[in-house]
C-alpha cells in the first residue's frame, strides 16, 4: 500500500520561504517520477514540478521557475519542494504525486495523491 504524506506548509508573507516535504511508503520501487501539484480555491489543478526518481531530471511548471527547487532523498524515499520568493498567488494545497509511467506533469495519469498540505501567502 502506497502512501504520500506532506508536510511543511503554512503561512508565510509574500516573499518569505516554505519547504514541503513528501514521504512515501509502501512499494515505491516501480515510481518513474514524483512530482508537486496545488490547487486554488476555485480553480483547477495545475502541476507545479516534478523529478525523474532514476537520473533526477527536473522540470518546472514557468510559473514557479527560478523560485522553486525540487529535490529527493532517494535513501529516505522523501521528495522536497524549497519555495522561494513566495507570492500571494502561490496560494493553494499542494499535493504531492507519484506516477509508475509517463505523463508526470498530467494530474488524470498520476496514480497516488498525497493528502495535501496547504501553503498561503499574505501581501
Known amino acids: 500500500q502506497v502512501q504520500l504524506v506532506e508536510s511543511g506548509g503554512g503561512s508565510v508573507q509574500a516573499g518569505g520561504s516554505l519547504r514541503l516535504s513528501c514521504a512515501a511508503s509502501?512499494?515505491?520501487?516501480?515510481?518513474?517520477?514524483m512530482a508537486w501539484f496545488r490547487q486554488a480555491p476555485g480553480k483547477q489543478r495545475e502541476w507545479v514540478a516534478s523529478i525523474y526518481t532514476d537520473g533526477g531530471i527536473l522540470y518546472y511548471a514557468d510559473s514557479v521557475k527560478g523560485r522553486f527547487t525540487i529535490s529527493q532523498d532517494s535513501a529516505n524515499n522523501t521528495v522536497y519542494v524549497q519555495m522561494n520568493s513566495l507570492q500571494p498567488e502561490d496560494t493553494a494545497m499542494y499535493y504531492c504525486?507519484?506516477?509508475?509511467?509517463?505523463?508526470?506533469?498530467?494530474?488524470?495519469?498520476?496514480?497516488?495523491w498525497g493528502q495535501g498540505t496547504q501553503v498561503t501567502v499574505s501581501s
Open positions: 509502501g512499494n515505491t520501487t516501480n515510481f518513474n517520477c
Open positions: 504525486a507519484a506516477i509508475l509511467r509517463d505523463g508526470c506533469a498530467v494530474a488524470r495519469a498520476i496514480d497516488y
